[in-house]
């Protein structure tokens, strides 16, 4: 089984800034902490970057309804993919 390429991310927790995340992805102990620059392997930047919490507002009917999302972290890419990994990641 051929290595996952990585990529060099800027970690953000932008549910609850400050606070360190730990998780286990694909059999790998990750522990990030807010702000930090770390290699991640492309599927857990991807994993990590489709979090999201649903956002509440009244609607015109007076009622409570979802209206939107917000990313429970951000990962910023911090480095350019090699040529044949950023196809790869524009296809995945």
């Known amino acids: ?9 800027k ?3 932008a549910e ?8 286990n992805a694909e059999g790998q102990y990750y522990h990030l902490k ?3 620059e770390v290699s991640l392997p492309i599927s ?7 979090l999201k ?7 015109d009917d007076g009622k409570i309804k979802q209206a939107g999302e917000r ?4 990962c910023i890419q911090l480095e350019l993919l090699e040529p044949k990994n950023m196809k790869e990641a524009a296809n995945g």
Do not use: C, T
């Open 1 to 9: 089984m051929a290595k996952e390429p990585k990529v060099r991310i």
């Open 11 to 13: 970690f953000q927790h």
């Open 16 to 23: 609850n800034p400050g606070k360190d995340v730990e998780f």
């Open 34 to 36: 807010d702000g930090e």
């Open 44 to 50: 857990v930047v991807r994993h990590l970057n489709s």
């Open 53 to 59: 919490y649903p956002i509440y507002d009244y609607g």
């Open 71 to 74: 990313n429970r972290f951000n």
